[in-house]
């Protein structure tokens, strides 16, 4: 008789513990766990396998688990499915445009086993971006007083469309979107539009941050080959730049021209001098590093799974804190240098606001971009209830660590005897190629990036391939004309304009017209009409946050 109570289909195998979907940790006493489900390919890509992640046959069959839990209470265990209908064990990873990877360890039906601490953690390290590298910049065109409050503005708009993005999903009635990415929402309220233009506006978030990516390489490894030539041939450089004394030495590599700093110096010391010359001539910022680094990504491009480079997501979280280490570190050495002038602008200062801000808030927009992978993120939470909590506590810790190294940079950069203009779009320029601590952030963030970038070029060959051709990798033909047209992309920015702020800033500002301020508001306000609720008061708001996001792009090309 005791058999008789127990459910006709359950697990089968050994300890229920060992098993889980797509190796995915799950709660043995939540059964509803245990249900096959298909993942579309939208934001979340499998990096194991560019085949369709669940056979037709298991899609079909998660088709009629849904079906099927529908017609009994959660509790009932009478239709659990057992695991031989289950997918195959698979790797799901969640991808930020900013570079950053993570690997999914649970359902997708908010029963994951991350605590709302890591679940804060992991959305602060998919923020922390390259953005960050200008953010001293940023102030410095906004103007101190003005670029805090901005980055504080910033901070709570971004935060609200990104609640409205996390909400969107449950204002559908009469659709289990349990498994929906926000992709698929916008495809729900606008159709095929919503979709490709969707794609459109990832393409630009993915392949911008690319950009930026290969610009800060040539950068760094420009400023690292640099610094081990000059170590192991005894040979102290100086560069022909302003700059301060002593053994905290920061420069101002904007006064020399109107361009970056090439390679120009001053040779000291014991050497030779022509082969001096020689490396100066073939190891250029601009001219030659940049295509050294094709011989090294591009095959990795074209790697048809790139899971190996997704065990290094870690060094993002390593290269922020080292890199709030050394803002530290520099600021106690520098000291304080500041003077308020709140309009006008003199010869070492810059006034407190500056008709220029807008450039700041373009570098945010893409600083604080979550909105196209927060719901996965959140998915993995094990208290959903805590999921607006959690998203603010992220947001809050990810403005107060762009405002300590945006403040402290702009605070301590010596002035006099170098003006603030002078602060760089990537403030390590700031510090010579010699500087030991500077030399150990370009290795960090270069070996970083290196692993990273191969990740943005799957999920861009992924959501563009898979829709033209209905596979992630067509053939190598494809592959290699999509990757040497990024690659190309890349290289000319970093030939021709390597400036990562107004990269940053027009990517940002253009890709978060459509995710931050646009998509959210728009299907909010559809859902509100179509229920009945719609009022003027939120009429009014959310259409002015859409032409907030519409200035914010056309400000980008005006200033």
Request: contains cysteine; proline residues 6%; charged residues 15%.
């Amino acid at each position: 008789m005791e058999e008789d109570t127990k459910p006709i289909l359950v697990p089968v195998g050994g300890d229920e513990s060992n098993y889980g979907i797509m190796n995915i940790q799950f709660n043995p006493e939540d059964y509803k766990c245990k249900r096959p489900f298909h993942v579309e390919p939208t934001n979340i890509v499998s990096v194991n396998d560019d085949m369709q992640r669940v056979t037709d046959e298991a899609s079909a069959m998660n088709k009629r688990i849904h079906y099927y839990s529908r017609l009994t209470s959660p509790a009932d265990r009478a239709l659990i499915a057992p695991d031989h209908v289950l997918p195959a064990p698979d790797e799901i990873y969640v991808y930020s445009p900013l570079g950053t990877a993570f690997k999914v360890d649970s359902c997708t039906d908010g029963y994951g086993k991350n605590s709302s601490l890591v679940t804060i953690f992991m959305i602060w390290n998919t923020m922390m971006g390259t953005s960050i590298l200008s953010i001293p910049w940023g102030i410095k065109q906004a103007g101190f007083t003005s670029g805090i409050i901005l980055i504080l503005l910033m901070g709570i708009l971004t935060l609200y469309c990104c609640y409205r993005v996390v909400k969107s999903r449950q204002m559908i009635p009469l659709t289990d979107t349990s498994n929906w990415e926000f992709p698929d929402v916008c495809k729900y309220y606008f159709g095929s539009f919503g979709q490709w233009t969707s794609l459109l506006f990832s393409m630009v978030s993915l392949v911008g941050a690319m950009v930026v990516y290969w610009v800060l390489m040539s950068n760094f490894l420009f400023n690292t080959g640099k610094f081990i030539y000059n170590f192991v041939h005894d040979i102290n450089v100086t560069d022909i730049v302003p700059g301060t004394n002593g053994s905290n030495k920061v420069i101002c590599p904007s006064a020399a021209s109107d361009h970056p700093p090439q390679n120009r110096t001053v040779m000291f010391s014991s050497g030779n001098r022509t082969g001096f010359e020689l490396f100066e001539e073939w190891w250029d910022k601009s001219k030659t590093v940049p295509f050294y680094l094709i011989a090294v990504l591009l095959p990795l491009l074209n790697l048809k799974s790139p899971s190996f480079f997704a065990k290094f997501n870690v060094l993002g979280t390593v290269s922020v804190v080292y890199l709030v280490f050394l803002v530290t570190i520099k600021a106690a050495h520098l000291g304080m240098h500041l003077e308020f002038n709140w309009f006008t602008e003199n010869e070492f200062f810059v006034p407190e606001f500056r008709i220029l801000f807008p450039q700041l808030t373009g570098v945010l927009t893409l600083a604080f971009f979550i909105h196209n992978c927060v719901i996965t993120l959140l998915q993995n939470n094990r208290n959903q209830e805590n999921n607006v909590r959690d998203l603010s506590i992220a947001y809050f810790l990810v403005g107060l660590t762009y405002l300590y190294v945006g403040v402290i940079i702009f605070a301590s950069f010596p002035s006099p005897p170098l003006s603030k203009e002078c602060i760089e779009q990537n403030f390590l320029d700031n510090f010579p190629s010699d500087d030991i601590m500077s030399f150990v952030a370009r290795i960090f963030l270069l070996f970083q990036m290196m692993t990273v970038y191969p990740l943005l070029g799957y999920l861009a060959r992924v959501q563009l391939l898979r829709q033209f051709f209905g596979s992630a990798y067509p053939s190598l033909f494809h592959v290699l004309i999509l990757n040497l047209a990024i690659v190309g992309a890349g290289v000319a920015m970093a030939r021709f304009y390597p400036n990562i702020g107004g990269i940053i800033r027009y990517s940002g500002a253009t890709c978060g017209l459509a995710f931050v301020f646009v998509y959210p508001s728009l299907i909010y306000m559809i859902s509100l009409h179509r229920a009945g609720q719609l009022t003027w008061p939120a009429l009014i708001i959310h259409i002015s946050i859409i032409l907030l996001g519409l200035a914010n792009l056309i400000a980008q090309f005006l200033l």
